[in-house]
């Protein structure tokens, strides 16, 4: 028997393939679309205190690689997600609840509401691109350090961040040592690549509504990206603080890659959205029929064992 199971503080997920906050993930309809398939667990949509209705129209292209958005966090608010929770969790799958914020205090109403709810997993999303005139919290350090600060006071449930790719190595570092002093369980690496942009030549115009057409690039075009940021971050944190890879898995071969530069757990966004719910026993076929070619029967046998040259 192949095992793909995965823990995170004692969560246990049957399957470390689901799918990513973001696409298909707002409703109680559509989160009962991911219970009922092979994801190995379910992430809501990153709630905010008030109902938000997003950004304008179109503010989603599916491109040649992936994908651009500029959603705007459109969601129920808070409220909503727990109230489903209940519903949500009798499908016996860990429950991962998305938050985001504008500032600290937003966090953590929101996070005190989760405390009393029966979700598994806090996610704390500090990097969404999308916001008018509200930059990337992830790319502020003091800011993120604040609200990780706060978090982690306040939390009954494991948590962790939902960080922005980095490109630096000086940022990586800066990054890792405050979460290595932080109360996080996880790390999730990597949200969308903020403000990309498309054009359409033949009419000369970009293809999304919001910011003068920049927003968020998913899909095949960030794998390197994300490979590089699960990689560094293996690297530079504790063992203890297991990551989430996120950023153009599409395939089996695509999450064997993940899991060979460190990742725990993968979250699967724009080729979810493409693909919907049966993707995940797709992914998980193909993960496991690689893993059953090389002999390796769990994750542990190459978890973080990348190969580089001397
Ligand atoms: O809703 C969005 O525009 C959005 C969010 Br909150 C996020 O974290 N990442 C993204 O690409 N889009």
Redesign the pocket.
Known sequence: MIDISADISGVHFDSCIMNA??PLDTTLEELTDIATSSAGGIVMK?CTVEVRE?NPEPRYVDVEWGSI??????NLGYKYYNEITPKLKSYGKPLIASI?GAESQEYKKIVESFNTSNVDILEI?L????VVGRPQIGYDFEMSEEIMGVVGDVSDKPWGV?LPPYFDFVHFEEMASILNNSKISFIVSI??IGNALFIDWETEKVLIKPKGGFG?L?GKYIKPTALANVRKFHELLDKSIKIVGVGGVYSGIDAFEFILSGATLLQLGTSFAQEGPQIFERVTRELKAIMEKKGYKSLEDFRGKLKVMN
């Open positions: 906050s973001g990153s997003g958005n500029s959603m705007g966090l459109p985001a999303n990097s969404c691109p999308n939902k949200n969308s968020g998913g």
